[in-house]
């Protein structure tokens, strides 16, 4: 069974700009979450996804974004890009009937802004 | 505020050595608590998951302990090994949310 996929693994943006993320999960499951990890601030909840709609939001500005399509790939988005937005994005998915289920990360797409 | 207390920071311990991470939580609605590794370059894998109606939970070399009137839970790793070198990560999910709130992380190096 594929494991969550997640595309590019690297991109180089310049402030300003915006980039799309796009992420795979394991086939069945239809629960998509996004995390943000950094040196500084560690591993940190953007958003999670079931069915097409948005369950729960974490802290972020309005710039992060997501969505999610019919077959349960998801994409995130980052407009007006910042120099503190350089970070690894992680996807995670899950069956998503119950919180106490396991979730599986991807390997993330590097994001690196001049 | 930090929701999950994880330490220590890095821990340096000798090939079949017993390496002990510990977390603490604050919130009780609590209802799920996973252990994440993670080498460099990749995602965080899951290890091993524990629900807060079980005390212990065993899987290979890993165990959770699981202590909930402390609000406290550790991850132990039985006869370490170079491979087992990585980050390790505690993680708490509330009851409904299906947000996972990490600790900062353990660096774990095991020697020869």
């Known amino acids: 069974k594929a494991g969550v996929t997640q595309t590019p693994r690297y991109l180089i943006k310049t402030r300003g700009q915006q980039v799309t993320l796009s992420c795979s999960p394991i086939?069945?499951?239809?629960?998509v979450s996004w995390y943000q990890q950094t040196p500084g601030q560690g591993l940190q909840f953007l958003f999670e996804?079931?069915?097409?709609?948005?369950?729960n939001k974490g802290n972020f500005p309005g710039r992060f974004s997501g969505r999610q399509f019919s077959n349960s790939r998801s994409e995130m988005n980052v407009s007006t890009l910042e120099l503190g937005d350089s970070a690894l994005y992680l996807c995670?998915?899950?069956?998503?009937?119950?919180?106490?289920?396991?979730?599986?990360f991807g390997d993330g797409t590097r994001l690196s802004i001049l | 505020q930090q929701q999950v207390k994880q330490s220590p920071q890095s821990l340096i311990v000798q090939k079949g050595g017993i390496p002990i991470i510990n977390c603490a939580y604050e919130?009780?609605?609590?209802?799920?608590f996973p252990w994440y590794q993670q080498f460099p370059g990749k995602g965080p894998a899951l290890l091993i998951a524990i629900r807060p109606d079980v005390s212990e939970k065993k899987e290979g070399r890993f165990t959770i302990s699981f202590n909930k009137s402390a609000k406290q839970f550790s991850l132990h790793i039985m006869d370490s090994q170079p491979g087992d070198s990585a980050t390790y990560f505690c993680a708490v999910v509330g009851a409904g949310s299906y947000q996972l709130t990490f600790g900062k992380g353990t660096k774990l190096s095991v020697i020869p």
């Open positions: 919130n009780t609605a609590f209802d799920y």
């Open positions: 086939s069945g499951h239809r629960s």
């Open positions: 996804y079931f069915s097409e709609t948005q369950r």
């Open positions: 995670a998915s899950s069956p998503g009937g119950s919180s106490n289920q396991p979730q599986h």
